[in-house]
């Protein structure tokens, strides 16, 4: 008796077919019954038992090509067929966004808008510590307001008798006179300067303030106008209204006040509006003071 030969397809549509089954058992107890079906379809189409049946019944004999075309029609689809655990994330992932937005809107609306409202009171006069102050009162008292500015920096206008500090010198004006010339007559023969212009005498005080010797000079002092013109003292129309020359590098201990005026020629039109003054007699720049003139 003749035995019959078993091809190599033969093998492997029974070893692919039992795979495919124990993948499709596996699939549907992890939820994936689509994916199961597909791949359950894939395994009988070349499981030989099951054609043989098949073809019996519906009388009609499937090709070994057709067998492994549909094989992997079946793959394709069970590759096209989303996976649960994926479905499952995704729509929680897209639940909790939802649920997110949701209560981030109803905080939104329940919540109160708080408008930041201040109210200021006007500036005070600017203080000869070159300073302005004012004070604000929140309104609505909202959280993490930003309170507006309440201090600032200013140029403080002296007036006659107010002490400017410059460095380790304190300067007191005491009057502020005006002439067109400066000095005496002596036997029909005028002894002293005459102006150019007019001239201007700050009667002043000068205290060292410091703990040490500074020298002072008339040179430390300019006049300033309103278009900006610096005016330098005349020392020698200085001398002539001290009768020295006190103010002309005059080294003062600590503690010690000198009095005098400091003289300057400036023109007729000349509007005065603040003072400047050195720290001493070797820096390169001054302090600026509105003053009254």
Not at 144 to 165: H, L, M, Q, R, W
Not at 169 to 195: L, R, T, V
Not at 267 to 287: F, K, R
Request: charged share 20%; hydrophobic share 40%.
């Amino acid at each position: 008796m003749a035995r019959k030969k078993i091809g190599v397809l033969h093998v492997l549509g029974w070893i692919v077919g039992i795979s495919m089954f124990l993948v499709s058992v596996t699939s549907l107890f992890s939820g994936q019954l689509i994916a199961a079906i597909f791949v359950l379809l894939a395994g009988l189409v070349i499981f030989p038992p099951f054609m043989k049946w098949f073809e019996s019944k519906v009388n009609i004999e499937l090709t070994t090509w057709l067998r492994i075309i549909l094989f992997f029609v079946f793959l394709i689809l069970i590759s096209l067929v989303p996976h649960t655990d994926e479905t499952n994330s995704s729509e929680e992932i897209s639940s909790q966004i939802n649920n997110l937005e949701t209560s981030q809107s109803l905080e939104i609306e329940n919540m109160e808008i708080c408008e930041e409202e201040w109210e200021c009171s006007e500036w005070s006069e600017c203080t000869l510590e070159s300073k302005k102050t004012r004070t604000c009162i929140s309104v609505n008292n909202c959280i993490g307001e930003t309170e507006p500015t309440t201090t600032k920096t200013c140029v403080p206008s002296y007036e006659i008798g107010d002490i400017i500090n410059a460095g380790d010198f304190n300067i007191k004006i005491n009057n502020i006179y005006y002439d067109d010339q400066i000095g005496e007559n002596y036997y029909g023969y005028f002894m002293g300067a005459e102006a150019n212009g007019e001239f201007i005498i700050l009667d002043l005080e000068v205290e060292n303030v410091g703990d040490s010797a500074k020298y002072f000079s008339d040179t430390m002092i300019k006049l300033i106008d309103k278009n900006g013109r610096e005016f330098s003292a005349d020392s020698t129309a200085g001398y002539y209204y001290n009768s020295d020359y006190r103010f002309n590098f005059y080294n003062i201990n600590p503690g010690i006040t000198i009095d005098g005026g400091i003289v300057f020629d400036i023109p007729v039109d000349a509007d005065l509006v603040s003072i400047g003054v050195y720290d001493s007699y070797a820096s390169s720049s001054y302090s600026t003071f509105k003053m009254f003139f």
